[in-house]
Nanobody
Framework: VQLQASGGGLVQAGGSLRLSCAAS????????VGWFRQAPGKEREFVAA????????YYADSVKGRFTISRDNAKNTVALQMNSLKPEDTAAYYC????????????????WGQGTQVTVSS
């Protein structure tokens, strides 16, 4: 599966952005999908994940209550709605997919898209 992340941009603190991860292939529903982010000089960290059917989700504590992950298997897309953004949310955001694991770990995903930059100004 090939993944394409989009929707990043520059936003003021308190604002919102909606990221999208578009996937190629006809078996997208067989992949769990995660969003991760990486700020300069820091390790890539987990943000949110959604199970194959969309019935299960995980969130990092730092985004719980502000971010919402969802998927539309008919359109082969996963969205990350980000509200009440903070300067510390500034990072490159990556979507990732895996057929076997539904995980919060970077190593749990075999397929990665390119990053989309999110910058939150104070």
């Amino acid at each position: 599966v090939q993944l394409q992340a989009s929707g990043g941009g520059l936003v003021q603190a308190g604002g919102s952005l909606r990221l999208s991860c578009a996937a190629s292939g006809r078996t997208f529903s067989s992949y769990a999908v995660g969003w991760f982010r990486q700020a300069p000089g820091k390790e890539r960290e987990f943000v949110a994940a959604i199970s194959w059917s969309g019935g299960g989700t995980y969130y990092a504590d730092s985004v719980k209550g502000r971010f919402t992950i969802s998927r539309d298997n008919a359109k082969n897309t996963v969205a990350l709605q980000m509200n009440s953004l903070k300067p510390e949310d500034t990072a490159a955001y990556y979507c990732a997919a895996d057929q076997v694991s539904f995980s919060t770990a970077v190593r749990g995903y075999d397929y990665w898209g390119q990053g989309t930059q999110v910058t939150v100004s104070s």
